[in-house]
């Protein structure tokens, strides 16, 4: 295999959320009768369940009018909305952020991702990466020719916090990581890293000199009244620190292609260059959504939250009751992330079962990390009802194939 078809060939997009339609055909051991019921698709959230932002459509159309102006803005983004949205996330977060120096609008968290990994790490540098964690973390750390190297998280055991092993994450550090990338809320077990473990995480990068970008794409969906710390608020930081964050989940805008990143004056120049050469800019037109981002009408957030938490709860004490099952549930988001008893399938195939007899879509565990291999995620921002009787569908399922 050339050094090019191998570098695509860790690039699969079979278990993408909204690609489970290009799976290769494969002989499925089938048993049993297909469960009747409504057709949910885990893989991402129901943006008909929880429609997008109150005037996300109007300021779209508003800046369709204006023109070549909104059309054509700079590569970084439109001088007054990056302006007005320095403004509020420095409120969101507790960070200074500089209009002109320290953000950069991007297509969507995922493009900023990808303009942040290839601006801070290089071919032939050690990346960290939490397990498990976004699946594009480790993907696009390996296209830009980088090592991963995985950071365990025993999520499971720990109440208070994410269960990042930190003594390993030293250990990385100081054997020569150049860059270190995590969610936060973690994507796919919704667990929200504590206030320490975040100046932990801050402090060792700061001694090691390594770099650090944190997606913060579900902070404002946070659950139970918990804290959440953001890590670009503290005073010690490394030099090159990013934050990405975005409207597209949590208030259902991700047809628009909304991102954000700040940080490092050095890193975000970087990201624009990049930038230039790949999109040129954040969809112009979709810019002008940015405008109604934390300017939701009064209770709407707070309702949203509401309404996943009881999702979350129901689908905890379904999945609970189930021996062999164990799920931490969610501090934030809209992600769950059960463990299932040994199967006679791997997890890989029971997602494809699951697909093929039970009309639910669910995401592999080892999409994740490679140790994953008993876990599936869901999303379950979704309509309440079809979530439920989805879960219990996969569950019959999964008595089906009990090893």
Same mark, same amino acid.
């Given at each position: 295999m050339d050094l090019l078809t191998e570098k695509f060939s860790r690039l699969g997009v079979d278990n993408a959320? /909204?690609?489970e339609s290009l799976q290769?055909?494969?002989t499925l051991h089938l048993i049993g009768e297909k469960l009747p019921g409504t057709v949910v698709d885990f893989s991402h959230g129901d943006v008909d369940a929880f429609p997008p932002l109150p005037g996300s459509l109007e300021a779209f159309t508003e800046g369709f009018q204006v023109g070549g102006r909104q059309a054509y803005t700079e590569y970084r983004g439109k001088k007054t909305m990056r302006e007005e949205l320095a403004e509020k996330l420095t409120a969101f977060t507790g960070a200074s952020i500089d209009p002109v120096k320290n953000i950069i609008l991007t297509p969507g968290t995922q493009g900023a991702l990808f303009l942040a990994i290839g601006s801070m790490a290089a071919r032939g540098d050690r990346v960290a990466i939490v397990e498990p964690d976004y699946f594009a973390n480790r993907k696009l750390a390996e296209f830009f020719e980088c090592t991963p190297v995985p950071v365990p998280m025993h999520y499971f055991e720990s109440k208070d916090g994410? /269960?990042?092993d930190l003594t390993y994450l030293e250990q990385v550090f100081k054997e020569g990581c150049r860059l270190f990338l995590f969610s936060n809320p973690n994507n796919p077990t919704g667990a929200v890293y504590s206030s320490d473990e975040?100046?932990?995480?801050?402090?060792?990068?700061?001694?090691?000199?390594?770099?650090?970008?944190v997606d913060e794409l579900y902070s404002r969906q946070i659950f139970d009244g918990r804290d959440y710390a953001h890590l670009c608020a503290l005073d010690e930081l490394p030099d090159e620190m990013v934050t990405i964050i975005g409207p597209s989940k949590t208030e259902s805008l991700s047809g628009f292609r909304l991102g954000v990143a700040f940080g490092s004056e050095?890193?975000?120049t970087r990201m624009e260059k990049l930038q230039a050469i790949v999109s040129l800019r954040c969809a112009g037109y979709c810019q002008a959504v940015f405008k109604t981002w934390f300017s939701e009408p009064e209770g709407f957030m707070a309702d949203r939250i509401l309404a996943h938490q009881k999702i979350r709860d129901d689908l905890v004490a379904l999945l609970r009751q189930t021996e062999g099952v164990s799920v931490r549930p969610t501090d934030a988001g809209s992600y769950l992330f059960p463990k299932l008893p040994p199967l006679t399938v791997s997890i890989d195939e029971f997602a494809k079962i699951v697909r093929e007899l039970a009309g639910v879509t669910i995401t592999p565990g080892t999409e994740f990390g490679a140790h994953c291999?008993?876990?599936f995620r869901v999303n379950f921002s979704q309509d309440h009802d079809a979530a439920v009787?989805?879960?219990?569908?996969?569950?019959?399922i999964m008595e089906r194939y009990r090893a």
């Open positions: 959320p /909204g690609q290769k055909k494969s994410s /269960g990042i975040v100046k932990q995480i801050a402090a060792l990068a700061k001694k090691y000199g390594v770099s650090l970008i050095t890193v975000i291999t008993d876990s009787d989805a879960v219990k569908r996969i569950l019959a």
